[in-house]
């Protein structure tokens, strides 16, 4: 089976299909000449929450290309599957999801296998792209397996994200910053706060300009740990190999509080193909009337890697992009987070000091540019997965952390 790039969150969703002998009267594609297949014993299109989804399936070939295959699956027990309901308007010949309407293109008229009743089938790929749920595929022997989850969501609901105004903002990919110019950083940050000037109205009345608190100390034409460097090779001459780690960050600016490890790793051994399991965000969502932004990170690779014990299972909260908007504290509230614990025990907002200069840590002849300082306040300890922090940031140091926000970032933990 082949896929493209499907990163996305659902919060709710509303659906049913009461008389599947109706279906044939429904304005989709008739494809009842196709009977259904079942999956193979051995092989499965999809899992939710590391659940087999072992639906039967009807394959059309995508007329925009035609090398790739859509799959299509019956609507009312995919939905099942997924812990979702909802419904078809057909007086408005609508097809409705979480409020909003669905693309009917999505959905076509085929042949039940337990039944021989025509009834609706939905391509499950296009429907987990609408309904926003985080996805990652794996291919192997027998082709390209899917993986959704959807158990984070009982973690709460996030109001941002049942918003038609929302924005979902692309993460962008890691880049090489080894021995550019502190100019060309600049113009690096420009470009990508660039790429979202709605939400840069909502977070200043001012023309951008890095923050010379946050990047003035870089230092030009140095090297900056390499993400290769942090997860295989450790500090020394090879901690530079990859893409550089620090533009995890730089790259995402409006990723205003992000994840990332507490310390490097030198596993011994050199990398056996692909990239390492870091703390990966698979979605980006903000709502720039509220002030509110949402993330999700699928750390469950990362964990199994590197933290197997419960207690090593601690993560950096990497705000210097909050700071660089002029979000200064950071305070995790404790009864809004699921499964996750923050190191600070103030009561009080932390401050956000996080920058970027010289340093030394990566063991480089002559140093490289990377994050300091190391923030304990900053830091959180996650349970069980799925897990969420909810964080209130402020512009100045609140009176007191019931004081109302100015900006809330929630992080969904899988």
């Not at 290309?65 to 699956?73: A, M, P, S, V, W």
């Not at 042949?111 to 996805?135: C, E, R, T």
């Not at 705000?319 to 305070?331: I, T």
Request: glycine fraction near 6%; proline fraction near 6%.
């Amino acid at each position: 089976m082949k896929s493209g790039g499907i990163l996305l969150l659902l919060i709710s969703i509303l659906f049913s299909f009461n008389n599947a002998s109706d279906a044939g009267n429904m304005p989709f594609k008739d494809c009842t000449g196709k009977y259904p297949q079942e999956q193979e014993e051995l092989f499965c299109f999809l899992y939710i929450n590391d659940k087999a989804c072992k639906l039967p399936y009807i394959t059309l070939e995508n007329v925009e290309n035609k090398k790739e295959i859509i799959y299509y699956f019956p609507a009312e027990d995919f939905l099942k599957a997924l812990g979702m309901t909802g419904t078809y308007d057909r007086e408005k010949d609508k097809l409705i999801i979480n409020d909003r309407e669905c693309p009917k293109e999505y959905g076509i008229i085929g042949i039940d296998i337990k039944s021989d009743k025509k009834i609706l089938y939905l391509s499950f790929l296009d429907i987990l792209k609408f309904l926003k749920l985080p996805v990652s595929a794996k291919e192997n022997s027998y082709g390209v397996t899917v993986y959704t989850r959807t158990d984070y969501l009982k973690t709460g609901q996030s109001k941002s994200s049942t918003d038609p105004n929302s924005i979902n903002v692309a993460i962008n990919a890691m880049i090489e910053l080894d021995f550019k110019t502190k100019t060309e950083i600049y113009s690096i940050r420009n470009k990508y706060v660039a790429e979202h000037p709605e939400i840069l109205l909502k977070l200043t009345d001012k023309p951008y300009n890095p923050s010379e608190a946050i990047f003035g100390q870089i230092v030009s034409e140095k090297p900056w740990w390499g993400i290769l460097g942090i997860y295989y090779y450790g500090n020394g001459n090879m901690s530079i190999e990859g893409p550089s780690e620090e533009s995890r960050f730089i790259a995402n600016p409006y990723l205003l509080v992000a994840l990332c490890e507490c310390n490097a790793y030198n596993t011994g051994k050199a990398p056996s193909g692909g990239e390492p399991s870091y703390p990966k965000p698979t979605t980006l969502l903000w709502n720039p009337s509220s002030l509110w932004m949402q993330v999700v990170y699928n750390v469950s690779d990362y964990f199994r890697s590197y933290c197997n014990k419960p207690d090593t299972r601690k993560l950096n909260l990497v705000a210097y992009n909050a700071r660089d908007f002029g979000f200064n504290y950071l305070y995790v509230v404790p009864d809004q987070s699921t499964n996750v614990t923050s190191l600070n025990k103030t009561g009080q907002a932390a401050q956000i000091s996080q920058f970027i200069h010289l340093g030394s840590s990566c063991g480089y002849p002559g140093g490289g540019n990377n994050m300091s300082p190391y923030q304990e306040e900053l830091i959180i300890q996650v349970g069980e997965v799925p897990a969420r922090t909810y964080i209130n940031l402020w512009r100045n140091k609140p009176a007191n952390v019931k004081q109302r926000a100015d900006l809330t970032v929630v992080i969904d933990i899988f």
